[in-house]
C-alpha cells in the first residue's frame, strides 16, 4: 500500500525540489519550501511543525491571522515550535482595508501590486509597532507582476513594477525582497518563468538586494526552480485537496 501521510507527501515534494535542483545545477539550500495551509485545520499544521516546516502561507487574512496566534498558544503551552519561530506570509490578492491586521502577523506578502498597499502596509506596520503588537520592524515585500496584463488575476503591469519597487525603497519599515507571479492560464510555465527571471535581472539593476522570486506551486514547480525560483508556495501535493469549507 502507497504511503499516503502528510509526512510521505512533504518527503516527496522535498525530493521532487532536490532532484530539479540537480538537474539544473543549483543549490538545494537555494530554494524555500512554503506550505500553504489554506483552508487546512491547525492540527495539520502542528503536523507540519513537527516535521520541522516553519514556513507557511495563507491566502486569507483571517484565517492565517487565527492560525498565527493559535499557533503560539500551543507553542507557549506545549513548546511545539521548539524556539524555531514560524513565518507566517500572505500570498493571496490583498485588500487595502487588510493592510493593518496583516501588519500585525505577517512576516512578508508575496502580492504587492499597487501603489495602494504599498501606502497602507508601510501604515499599518508604524501602527502595529506603535501599538505594540508588532515587534519586528521589518515587512518583507515580493511585487506581484502580471505577466499576461490581465491584472484581475492580481499582479501589477510590468511598466509599473520600477515605480513600485522605488516606493517600497523609500519606506520606513518595507523590504523590497524581489518578484511574485502566477503564469498566466493556459501559459507555458518554461515561458512564463524565463519571462520573470528576465525581469527579476531588469530588477536587480537598481535593487540588487531584490533577489529573490517567488515562483511555482505543486504542479509547475520544476519548471519555476529551472528559471531561478527562490521560493516554492506548495499545498495540494503535501496537504492534499483542500477542506471543502
Given amino acids: 500500500m502507497t504511503d499516503n501521510t502528510i509526512a510521505s507527501r512533504y518527503q516527496a515534494t522535498l525530493d521532487r525540489i532536490a532532484?530539479?535542483?540537480?538537474?539544473?545545477?543549483?543549490?538545494?539550500?537555494?530554494?524555500?519550501?512554503?506550505?500553504?495551509?489554506?483552508?487546512?485545520p491547525l492540527d495539520e499544521v502542528l503536523e507540519l511543525v513537527r516535521l520541522g516546516v516553519r514556513t507557511f502561507g495563507e491566502n486569507r487574512e483571517q484565517e492565517a491571522r487565527q492560525k498565527a496566534y493559535d499557533l503560539l498558544e500551543r507553542d507557549a503551552a506545549e513548546h511545539v515550535l521548539a524556539g524555531i519561530p514560524a513565518e507566517w506570509s500572505m500570498i493571496g490578492q490583498l485588500q487595502r482595508n487588510k493592510c493593518n491586521?496583516?501588519?500585525?502577523?505577517?512576516?512578508?506578502?508575496?502580492?504587492?501590486?499597487?501603489?495602494?498597499?504599498?501606502?497602507?502596509?508601510?501604515?499599518?506596520?508604524?501602527?502595529?509597532?506603535?501599538d505594540g503588537s508588532r515587534e519586528n520592524p521589518q515587512l518583507g515585500v515580493y511585487l506581484q507582476v502580471s505577466l499576461d496584463g490581465d491584472t484581475a488575476?492580481?499582479?501589477?503591469?510590468?511598466?509599473?513594477?520600477?515605480?513600485?519597487?522605488?516606493l517600497v525603497d523609500d519606506s520606513d519599515h518595507l523590504v523590497l525582497r524581489g518578484l511574485m507571479s502566477v503564469p498566466p492560464l493556459d501559459a507555458d510555465p518554461s515561458v512564463a518563468f524565463a519571462h520573470l527571471y528576465d525581469l527579476s535581472q531588469q530588477l536587480r539593476t537598481n535593487h540588487p538586494y531584490a533577489t529573490e522570486?517567488?515562483?511555482?506551486?505543486?504542479?509547475?514547480m520544476e519548471e519555476a526552480i529551472a528559471h531561478g525560483s527562490t521560493c516554492i508556495r506548495v499545498g495540494t501535493a503535501i496537504l492534499g485537496p483542500r477542506p471543502t469549507h
Fill in 213 to 220: 522570486i517567488s515562483a511555482g506551486m505543486t504542479g509547475d
Fill in 101 to 130: 491586521a496583516v501588519a500585525r502577523w505577517a512576516h512578508s506578502v508575496h502580492s504587492v501590486d499597487s501603489v495602494s498597499l504599498v501606502n497602507g502596509l508601510e501604515r499599518g506596520m508604524q501602527r502595529a509597532l506603535d
Fill in 19 to 40: 532532484q530539479a535542483c540537480q538537474r539544473v545545477g543549483r543549490s538545494r539550500e537555494d530554494i524555500t519550501l512554503m506550505v500553504v495551509t489554506k483552508f487546512h
Fill in 153 to 166: 488575476r492580481g499582479g501589477a503591469l510590468e511598466s509599473d513594477i520600477a515605480e513600485l519597487a522605488d
